[in-house]
C-alpha cells in the first residue's frame, strides 16, 4: 500500500503561482511513477501531469504546458506541482496518484494509489 496526502491548495487570483505536494508513504517511493490530475466541477477526472520514477522524464496535459511543473524529491518521499500563470479555468480538486507501471501513463485507471485531492480557486 501507498498513502499519498496532497496538501498547498488554496485561493488564488488569476495569473498567480501555488504549489501543491503530496507527500507518500508506505511502499517505496522511487518504485512509481507519480501523476496528477483534477476535477473541475461538473467534468470527469482529468490527466495534469506525470513524472517518471526517477525524476527525468515528464508529461503534461497540452492545456497546462509551459505553466505547470511536476518534480519530485525521492529522498523525501514528495512530489510537487508547481503552478504559475493560473487561470480561473484551472479551478478543480488536484489530486496526486502512484503508478507502478514502466511508462507515463495518462489513464486514471493505471494509477493503484490516489490521495484524497486538494482544492484549488482560481479567482478572476
Known amino acids: 500500500q501507498v498513502q499519498l496526502v496532497e496538501s498547498g491548495g488554496g485561493l488564488v487570483q488569476a495569473g498567480g503561482s501555488l504549489r501543491l505536494s503530496c507527500a507518500a508513504s508506505g511502499r517505496t517511493f522511487a518504485n512509481y511513477a507519480m501523476g496528477w490530475f483534477r476535477q473541475r466541477p461538473g467534468k470527469e477526472r482529468e490527466f495534469v501531469g506525470a513524472v517518471s520514477k526517477s525524476g527525468s522524464t515528464t508529461n503534461y496535459q497540452e492545456s497546462v504546458k509551459g505553466r505547470f511543473t511536476i518534480s519530485r524529491d525521492n529522498a523525501k518521499n514528495t512530489v510537487y506541482l508547481q503552478m504559475n500563470s493560473l487561470k480561473p479555468e484551472d479551478t478543480a480538486v488536484y489530486y496526486c496518484?502512484?503508478?507502478?507501471?514502466?511508462?507515463?501513463?495518462?489513464?486514471?485507471?493505471?494509477?493503484?494509489?490516489w490521495g484524497q485531492g486538494t482544492q484549488l480557486t482560481v479567482s478572476s
Open positions: 496518484a502512484a503508478t507502478g507501471v514502466m511508462y507515463l501513463t495518462t489513464r486514471p485507471a493505471s494509477y493503484d494509489y
